[in-house]
Nanobody, 123 residues
């Protein structure tokens, strides 16, 4: 459903940048919310960023705010994550996802997931 790739190596030094991209196939996600999540070793998966269907509204976890930028290309059915000023604590497997906002439960639901790509940041 999603194919993910990194622009840049998976192992970077603290302070460097990396760009992740996920391109979807088999289904159009132009009306869905798209997002990025990550899972560090020994920890639960956590929210990183999301972007609404139009690309106008974005939200970020406090830990990445000001350093990461999420964007989407609706024509290419893709979502990107530009990561700047990387820190060792950003080391994790990063997953892209697509979903919808459930107004009845006031929560986002993420039924579609990419396979994940490993990002390692050394100090």
């Amino acid at each position: 459903m999603f194919s993910c790739r990194r622009l840049g190596g998976g192992l970077v030094q603290a302070g460097e940048s990396l760009r992740l991209s996920c391109a979807a196939s088999g289904r159009t996600f132009s009306s869905d919310v798209m997002g990025w999540f990550r899972q560090a070793p020994g920890k639960e998966r956590e929210f990183v960023a999301r972007i609404n269907w139009s690309g106008v509204q974005t939200d970020y976890a406090n830990s990445v705010k000001g350093r990461f930028t999420i964007s989407r290309d609706r024509a290419e059915n893709a979502v990107h994550l530009q990561m700047n000023s990387l820190k060792p604590e950003d080391t994790a497997i990063y997953f892209c996802a697509a979903g919808q906002y459930n107004r009845a439960y006031l929560t986002y639901e993420w039924p579609y997931w990419g396979r994940g790509t490993l990002v390692t940041v050394s100090s």
